[in-house]
């Protein structure tokens, strides 16, 4: 899937990146990262047993089925 890079965090031990993902922000955090700039287009993907999902208006964490 196509992330348009936003801002990446180096946290020591991981990588905290800000993707924008169509009109959405996702924050994914991984444990290796090769780098990139704000605006560059990265290629993501993800394991589902591994996403939290929350509800927008409540910020709560939906959970799994």
Do not use: T
Request: aromatic residues 6%; without cysteine.
């Amino acid at each position: 899937i196509p992330a348009r890079l936003y801002l990446s965090e180096n946290l020591g031990e991981s990588v905290l990146l800000n993707l924008h993902l169509g009109e959405h922000m996702v924050k994914a955090r991984v444990g290796a990262f090769a780098g990139g700039q704000e605006g560059d287009v990265v290629p993501i993907a993800f394991d589902s047993e591994g996403i939290h999902l929350f509800d927008p208006d409540s910020g709560r964490r939906i959970p799994p089925e």
